[in-house]
């Protein structure tokens, strides 16, 4: 993956704060947090599956389905969910190839590299419960 981050991730850290605010009543529907942040259901549906594949949330199906948190949220980084959903946060820039050899370009590989570094270590280390309001 790249720098961006995607759409689906935001809504995806969304969902899980929401979740989260939202444990001391178990199970939370799908369709309550796509209605509190206006994403389509569908589209959520396909979000939610891919952080109950990571086991960061649980799925229970039937008539009282829903999602909840697989583990605490000071164990859910942001890292864990960016992977989730867009795969793992590596530097595909490859300059040095791209400009046959070109030290410039290899200079400016190493310092991509770098900053994919100090991203990966940000969001490895920002939890979700540091994110929730009240929490510091």
Do not use: W
Not at 44 to 70: C, D, E, M, T, Y
């Amino acid at each position: 993956m790249n720098m961006k981050i995607s759409r689906s991730t935001g809504y995806a850290v969304l969902a899980v704060g929401y979740i989260a605010q939202h444990k001391d009543q178990g199970i939370v529907l799908s369709q309550d947090v796509a209605d509190a942040f206006e994403i389509p259901l569908e589209y959520l549906l396909k979000i939610l599956q891919q952080l109950v594949r990571a086991n960061i949330l649980h799925s229970k199906r039937g008539p009282r389905g829903g999602f909840s948190l697989a583990k605490p949220v000071s164990k859910i980084t942001l890292l864990d969910i960016i992977e989730a959903v867009d795969g793992p946060l590596t530097s595909q820039f490859s300059l040095a190839v791209q400009g046959k050899g070109s030290k410039l370009g290899a200079q400016a590989d190493k310092v991509y590299q770098k900053a994919i570094e100090q991203a990966r270590a940000v969001f490895a280390k920002t939890t979700i419960a540091e994110l929730l309001p009240g929490r510091k």
